[in-house]
């Protein structure tokens, strides 16, 4: 797991975000993230990149942490749900595998902010020979 630790840590956009790892497990990652004046939408709400962004890396975590070693992941893509808006923060992201293949890895990632869910996520990840 300390790759993933090490791979986030080079993720520029999660530092940009204030975003901080959390939870990390085999097939389960969680990320989380302040809702930063930076980060807000025209209605004083979280900004939907901001869900968006969180969501999918802890996703795309949780798909790394069941990949041999000699793999890194790319996200091929990504849906996601909005489902109320984020009010107070912090975000968290819990990103999960569905389904690992040799090609393709389903990924499901849910945001919350405090108990409740703001977005319901899905997607695949591409395993990329590294």
């Known amino acids: 797991m300390q790759r ?14 204030g ?7 085999v097939g389960c990652v969680e990320i989380t993230a302040a809702i930063l004046p930076s980060s807000l939408q025209q209605h004083g709400y979280a900004h939907a990149a ?3 962004a969180i ?18 992941v790319l ?6 749900n909005l489902l109320a808006p ?13 389904k690992s293949g040799r090609r393709l890895i389903i990924v499901r990632a849910d945001v919350f902010d405090g108990e409740v869910k703001v977005a319901l996520m899905q ?8």
Do not use: C, H, N, W
């Open 55 to 72: 969501g999918d890396s802890a996703a795309g975590y949780a798909a790394l942490s069941v990949m041999a070693e000699e793999f890194e």
């Open 19 to 25: 975003a901080q790892l959390g939870e990390v497990r």
């Open 4 to 17: 993933i630790y090490q791979s986030f840590g080079r993720q520029t956009m999660m530092q940009t975000l």
């Open 86 to 98: 984020g009010r107070d923060g912090p975000l968290r992201a819990v990103g999960t595998v569905e």
């Open 123 to 130: 997607g695949t990840m591409v395993p990329v020979k590294v």
């Open 50 to 52: 901001l869900i968006f």
């Open 75 to 80: 996200t091929a893509e990504m849906k996601i």
